[in-house]
């Protein structure tokens, strides 16, 4: 089974500040993982995947396999990150892609 | 470039009834997904529909059932309402072999 953990339900961060929101992943295969956002207000988007090795608004993944780890990171937090952050993780099965999502994170940065 | 809608936004009902949720897909995807979203929790995959066909189902009892149509647009049945079926209903739609999934704003079922 595939089970994605988010340890913290809120986390509160100075704006300056740099943060790290923490995701750790249970699956057999080979996983593909992501972190999707919702700002207030907003739909829940993706913000990036760790397959495109990407930098966006700042944030960074890496995926460590050995620690099956996915942390988010960014090095100062601005008051616009502010949102609700969830890892997911897919699982190929019959061509489907269905994601798996952790409860999720709220960050709050502190003007 | 129409986003994914989903209607209606909120919609109250009673422990046996049925349901019938729907969402239009962001134009030019054909892959639909469902999500039952509870309160403090992550979405949960119910089932994903692909030229019309179910192609992946989770952890849901049969009485959720959906239907794809031509135009891509999807609907969610839910059969016999259980008060634990109360949540959010997120619609996302895709391109086929793409993971990026574009969600609507949801539905908010509250069974009582």
Redesign the interface.
């Known amino acids: 089974a595939q089970r994605?953990t988010q340890p913290e339900k809120l986390l509160s961060v100075f704006k300056g500040a740099p943060v790290e929101l923490k995701c750790n992943y249970s699956y057999s295969g080979s996983p593909?993982l992501?972190w999707y956002v919702q700002y207030s207000r907003q739909?829940?988007?993706?913000l990036l995947?760790h397959i495109s090795r990407e930098s966006i608004k700042g944030f960074t993944a890496d995926l460590n396999k050995g620690e099956t780890s996915f942390h988010l990171k960014k090095p100062f937090a601005q008051e616009e990150d502010s949102a609700m952050y969830?890892c997911?993780l897919?699982g190929l099965?019959?061509?489907?892609?269905?994601?798996?999502?952790?409860?999720?994170t709220k960050l709050s940065v502190i003007p | 470039e129409t986003g994914v809608t989903q209607s209606p936004t909120h919609l109250i009902k009673t422990r046996g009834q049925q349901v019938t949720l729907r969402c239009s897909s962001q134009s030019g995807h054909n892959t639909v997904s469902w999500y039952q979203q509870a309160l403090g929790q992550g979405p949960q995959f119910i089932f994903q529909y692909y030229r019309e066909e179910e192609n992946g189902r989770g952890n849901f009892p049969p009485r959720f059932s959906g239907l794809q149509f031509p135009n891509y647009s999807s609907e969610l049945n839910v059969n016999a309402l259980e008060l634990d079926d109360s949540a959010l209903y997120l619609c996302a739609s895709s391109l086929p072999g793409n993971e990026k999934l574009f969600f609507g704003s949801g539905t908010q079922l509250s069974v009582l």
């Open positions: 994605v593909e992501f739909r829940l988007q993706l995947r969830y997911a897919s099965g019959a061509g489907s892609y269905q994601l798996t999502f952790g409860k999720g």
